[in-house]
């Protein structure tokens, strides 16, 4: 008769041996130092010479880690000297096992079947806790729920593999009995023989049994008869067991979250969710140990947070406001407080001035600032640099320019002049500290890419001016400083959009009370801007359409409408004329106030523009708006000037 074996007892044989693969230094990859440890400044060197990066010029590296029985991922840049790519890391307390994924735009290199991937020794020169049973999931994502997907298929590895790296866990880790028990009851499920199965009761039975059973030993158990065996009894009856013995413990605190979290949710009023959202951050402030269940249950203190900034901002409760932003965590919940609660009410919805906003971006830079001065990581700096030209332009439209120059000088050290809201803010930046040759400098590395706004391109021909008693010439200027590359790209950009269809009739009013119809405008070339008051993007783009509209204003053969479209309030004619005459824009505004026009020309998202030749057929359809005024103009000219050429 055979003697029952508990998994525990299976698992306690003797070590087999660690396989050296897992530390191997590969012809493409290495780790300096070889065996790393907690703590440790490590650099991570990768040769992408003979792999399918080779021609990449830009490669960054998406290290997956297991630390503390929890994957965690960051991305690291590679810089490359020579032909070696290379980068930094200090490598965290209980960090046991990193893996790295090479990216360079669409390609991938994941290190094939011996992956990219190594294991963390303490000081005391034992390896980390949790590194085996990590290296053995991070190879069989397909059996145990959760494990990211992050290796190439050729590395994945069977249920036995996993049984046994689960071995060499407990050789060197004893006390992680119950860690191990998921994934190595997922690998039995997954055998799913009679053997396998007992082998599992066995050792769940033994684990509950054990003296001195901690709460977290027996949520191990609970998560195994939960989610492995559906066995609803028994997850029943261990859930009151765990309830009555641990009355404080970790799980009822769980459920009490959940419970509270989902308030903000069901709340039915604004003032009723921005209270459940700061009774949730009160009552249950961010621990990274509550991580695992938050995301399986979508507890977010990112969503709690920007709640919280975005009601007490809408309130003008600025103290309230403070109070809750000034300590938010994770980290990346600020990415959320920043666009909802700084982008959209300054920029977005012009609902707050310069003066009104600055105190609340100053609340949110003192955070922001705090974990860019105290964690490392690139996802911290990241953050900072992707908002540095909000920051930079709320900083000088509250003249102050010292401290907007270094928010903008960091955002160029991203962007380039690839992005005209950003070169015109620091277009004004320059010019108010009276930097005179930089101002110039920039100016023309703005227009050489067509990234300019209408207040750089008067500043222009101001300085031009200026310099030469008169504006002789200053044509031939522009067009010298203009990259001959991008024009050419614009042109075949135009040429490859050209479309012929009917475009349909229509009889709209304008702001005066006129009425306008298509009819009317037959032998002459139209340009329709299908825009509403409420869409950001439209009102964004109507500096560039002056200037269009501008550059063709004697040319009685070319007619600009703005067609006012999928409109939300009642005192929309009043609004979109006042809007028009407050800003200056010289615009025919068109009123569909039941959006039947832009229906019938199949407009959906906005802003859409369509241009109807003198035939009245729809040639050229474009939807969005990217950026640069300048740009914009010179692609409506571009359009224009095909379709009188006969095309």
Excluded at 24 to 37: C, D, G, M, R
Excluded at 151 to 175: C, N
Excluded at 374 to 392: I, T, W
Aim: proline share 4%; hydrophobic share 35%; aromatic share 12%.
């Amino acid at each position: 008769m055979k003697t029952k074996q508990s998994l525990g007892a299976m698992l306690g044989t003797a070590f087999l041996g660690v396989a050296a693969s897992v530390q191997a230094q590969t012809p493409n990859f290495k780790v300096i130092p070889e065996l790393p440890k907690e703590r440790d400044t490590i650099q991570f060197v990768y040769d992408a010479r003979k792999t399918n990066l080779k021609d990449a010029q830009s490669i960054s590296g998406t290290l997956t880690g297991y630390q503390d029985f929890r994957w965690v991922q960051n991305t690291l840049k590679f810089t490359k000297k020579d032909s070696i790519w290379t980068a930094s890391y200090i490598v965290p307390e209980k960090m046991a096992l990193v893996n790295f994924a090479f990216q360079a735009d669409t390609l991938y290199d994941r290190g094939g079947d011996l992956t990219y991937s190594y294991l963390i020794s303490g000081k005391d020169g034992k390896q980390v806790s949790g590194g085996m049973i990590g290296w053995g999931m991070l190879r069989t994502p397909d059996i145990v729920p959760g494990t990211p997907f992050i290796v190439d298929k050729s590395a994945y590895k069977t249920d036995e593999i996993l049984i046994m790296w689960a071995k060499y866990e407990l050789q060197g880790h004893p006390e992680n009995r119950f860690k191990v028990l998921y994934p190595v009851a997922n690998a039995l499920k997954h055998i799913n023989t009679a053997e396998s199965l007992s082998k599992l009761q066995n050792e769940l039975n033994a684990l509950q049994s054990m003296p001195n059973v901690k709460e977290e030993d027996l949520l191990q158990v609970f998560r195994v008869y939960k989610e492995v065996l559906n066995d609803t009894v028994k997850t029943n009856e261990l859930e009151q067991k765990i309830r009555l013995q641990y009355p404080q413990g970790q799980y009822v605190k769980d459920q009490q979250r959940l419970a509270d979290f989902n308030l903000i949710q069901k709340a039915k009023t604004d003032d009723e969710r921005l209270k459940a959202a700061m009774d949730f951050v009160d009552k249950h402030p961010y621990r990274e140990s509550e991580v695992a269940f938050n995301e399986a249950h979508r507890i977010s203190h990112i969503s709690a947070y920007w709640t919280i900034s975005v009601y007490t901002s809408m309130k003008n409760d600025f103290e309230m406001y403070k109070k809750y932003v000034s300590k938010a965590e994770p980290y990346m919940s600020l990415a959320n407080v920043i666009y909802r609660s700084i982008s959209v009410p300054y920029i977005s919805q012009n609902s707050k001035t310069a003066k009104e906003i600055l105190p609340y971006t100053r609340v949110v830079l003192d955070r922001l600032n705090y974990y860019k001065d105290n964690f490392q990581g690139d996802e911290y700096s990241r953050l900072y640099y992707a908002n540095a030209a909000l920051f930079a332009k709320i900083l000088a439209d509250n003249a102050l320019f010292d401290e907007a120059f270094v928010y903008a000088t960091a955002a160029k050290s991203e962007k380039g002049f690839e992005d005209a809201s950003l070169n015109d803010t620091f277009t004004r930046i320059l010019k108010a500290q009276g930097k005179k040759k930089e101002l110039k400098e920039s100016l023309e590395a703005s227009y050489r890419v067509n990234q300019s706004s209408p207040y750089m391109l008067d500043l222009m021909k101001e300085i031009y001016i200026a310099e030469k008693g008169n504006d002789k010439g200053y044509t031939d200027y522009l067009s010298g400083l203009k990259d001959a590359n991008l024009q050419g790209e614009l042109k075949n950009k135009v040429l490859q959009q050209l479309v012929n269809k009917n475009a349909p009739a229509f009889q709209l009013k304008d702001q005066f009370g006129n009425t306008v119809t298509l009819e009317q405008q037959k032998g002459k070339i139209v340009i329709l801007d299908f825009w509403a008051s409420w869409c950001a993007p439209c009102k964004a783009a109507f500096p560039g359409m002056k200037i269009a509209v501008e550059h063709f204003k004697n040319d009685p053969n070319v007619v600009f409408y703005f067609v006012d479209t999928q409109e939300k309030r009642p005192d929309a004619k009043e609004y979109v004329a006042n809007y028009v005459k407050e800003n200056n824009y010289p615009f025919t505004v068109l009123l569909d106030t039941e959006s039947s026009v832009s229906k019938s020309f199949g407009v959906g998202a906005i802003p859409h523009k369509i241009v109807v030749d003198k035939n009245g057929k729809i040639r050229f359809s474009e939807v969005g708006y990217m950026g640069s005024a300048s740009e914009l103009s010179d692609e409506i000219i571009e359009m224009v000037s095909v379709l009188k050429s006969g095309k």
